[in-house]
């Protein structure tokens, strides 16, 4: 099959055209810079960008399936033209899409899957683990962990396990018009997940409780919008029952047993170190 990865560059992109490589398909992975771009061996570099839909033709071209990203990854607001991107990609001939959601709220991009005739499937991960390289830095040099909230749990999926469930999605049946929660194998809080780097890592690590206000002046010294900071709040002070339950998604789909928290920190190691 021939597979156009959009947002190629990215957390779940990346993964996503390593794994269909690796399984023998002609992958496109498409960026908006591809001049900087380091694709995984084998993947073609392809120009384009969602939120103007005429650069996605020479991209779509021939392509059998198309992995989609539901927002703008620089504002993370959804994609104000999904119902064009969605034209395109039908005018191209493809029939399989896939898109990793960035909202619970259905999108114009979604509206527009399920009114076409394509074969969609949707990825609604909880969480990133990647999210943990935010403590990254402190964590390097202070063996420090600051953060609030620290009894909220949260299940947590690693990013290839995202691209594996795209990746059956896209080249096998059986699919289409479904919304898969994705989650990792079990519900951590911020002092487990400190728990376990420190464990992987083999070095003592601290972990210090901010406040709710000292949170939100971190949130807005990093240009949040009012908006945005009161949707961070609700999920951490009143979750979702989806953020913190785990699913067997990743492992219905996959027939493999998802990541652990333990086993991302090892491929991650060296981001800390």
């Known amino acids: 099959m021939a597979v156009l990865v959009t947002g190629a560059t990215g957390t779940v992109g990346r993964q996503l055209t390593a794994q269909l490589v690796a399984e023998g398909q002609v992958v496109r992975a498409m960026t908006r ?6 694709p995984p061996s084998g993947a073609a570099v392809v120009g384009g960008d969602l939120t103007d839909a005429d650069s996605l033709v020479d991209a779509l071209a021939g392509v059998d399936a198309v992995h989609l990203i539901d927002f703008d990854a620089t504002t993370y607001s959804a994609l104000p033209n999904g119902a064009d ?38 990825l609604a991960p ?5 999210n ?41 049946d059986g699919h289409a018009g479904q919304e898969y929660w994705l989650t ?22 601290r972990f210090v409780e901010l406040s709710q206000d000292e949170i939100v002046a971190q949130w807005r010294q990093a240009g949040f919008a ?10 951490r002070t009143n979750p979702s029952e989806a953020g913190y339950t785990v699913q067997e998604t990743v492992h219905r789909v996959t027939g493999r047993a998802p990541r652990t928290f333990a086993d991302w920190v090892r491929e991650n190691a060296a981001s800390f170190r």
């Open 33 to 38: 810079n591809p001049a900087g771009a380091n």
């Open 126 to 130: 909880v969480e990133f683990m990647a």
């Open 226 to 235: 009012d908006s945005d900071i009161d949707y961070f709040l609700a999920m």
């Open 184 to 205: 990792g194998p079990e519900s951590l809080n911020a002092r487990e997940k400190v728990d376990t780097l420190a464990e992987v890592l083999g070095r003592r690590l």
């Open 132 to 172: 943990t390289l935010e403590w990254a830095e402190s964590i390097r040099t202070e063996g420090v962990v600051r953060d609030g909230f620290a009894a909220a749990k949260s299940a947590m999926v690693h990013e290839a396990d995202i691209a594996a469930v795209a990746a059956v999605a896209l080249t096998t």
């Open 85 to 122: 991107v969605v034209r395109r990609v039908a005018d191209a001939g493809a029939r399989k899409v896939t898109v990793l959601q960035g909202d619970i709220e259905k999108t114009p991009l979604v509206r527009a899957l399920e009114a076409s005739d394509l074969e969609w499937t949707l």
